[in-house]
């Protein structure tokens, strides 16, 4: 069965300091795919990225970089010089093409506090 | 503008009263999803729909139903509410119905959330 483990319930940072927020996955499917989404504390849920079990490039858009590794079955996100903005919760999950492409099962998210 | 909407945004009621929170989009989107999210636990999906007149369970759809007559409005239904749905509800859509083993999955558009309160 598939799984999405974010074992970093709450995490506090100063501000300017880097910051990688875990995940490890679980899954039998061969093709899947894997998403960041960030939850700030208006409530809404504002997708980050997405990533398909073929494209293992590690990805960058700004401060912003993931981490993708079949090998330990990892998707790590990582927020380089944190910004008091960046204070949310963040979600990893997973869909997988057998059981549906877009059937999301969520990780239990961790919750970022950067400190000014 | 592109959007998932849902109403309403927060609502107190009583265990047993029948209540309907609304999802709508105006993306064409063929898939559309529940989700509900609960503290400890992150969103789990209710039910989801790959297109009009087709749904299916997802992975807690007990105490909920829902319909698909049109395209663009996909209900939840909770015909007799009790505490422990007191939950924040999403909705979410995508452009592809997600069928078919080897379509790509496609970013989901979420609604704002829906607060329910039973009592």
């Known amino acids: 069965a598939q799984k999405v483990t974010q074992a970093q319930t709450e995490i506090s940072v100063v501000e300017k300091e880097d910051v990688t927020l875990d995940c490890v996955y679980e899954t039998r499917d061969t093709t899947y795919y894997l998403f960041w989404y960030k939850q700030p504390p208006s409530g809404e849920l504002v997708f980050l990225i997405r990533r398909n079990s073929f494209d293992e490039q590690n990805e960058i858009s700004g401060r912003y970089s993931w981490n993708f590794q079949k090998s330990t079955s990892s998707f790590n996100f990582t927020i380089t010089a944190s910004q008091v903005v960046d204070s949310a919760v963040y979600f990893c999950a997973l869909s997988e093409a057998l059981t549906g492409a877009n059937n999301l099962f969520f990780g239990t998210g961790t919750r970022l506090t950067v400190i000014p | 503008e592109a959007q998932v909407t849902q109403n309403p945004r927060y609502l107190i009621t009583v265990t047993g009263k029948k209540l309907t929170v609304t999802c709508s989009q105006n993306?064409?989107?063929?898939?559309m999803s529940w989700y509900r999210q609960d503290p400890g636990l992150g969103l789990r999906q209710i039910y989801y729909s790959m297109n009009v007149e087709v749904t299916d369970k997802g992975d807690v759809p007990e105490g909920y139903k829902v319909s698909r007559k049109e395209k663009r409005n996909f209900p939840l239904i909770l015909e007799s509410p009790s505490p422990n749905q007191t939950s924040l509800y999403f909705c979410?859509?995508?452009?592809?119905?997600?069928?078919?083993?080897?379509?790509?999955?496609?970013?989901?558009?979420f609604g704002p959330g829906t607060r329910l309160t039973v009592t």
């Open positions: 979410a859509s995508t452009k592809n119905s997600g069928q078919q083993i080897t379509v790509s999955s496609y970013e989901q558009y």
């Open positions: 993306m064409n989107h063929e898939y």
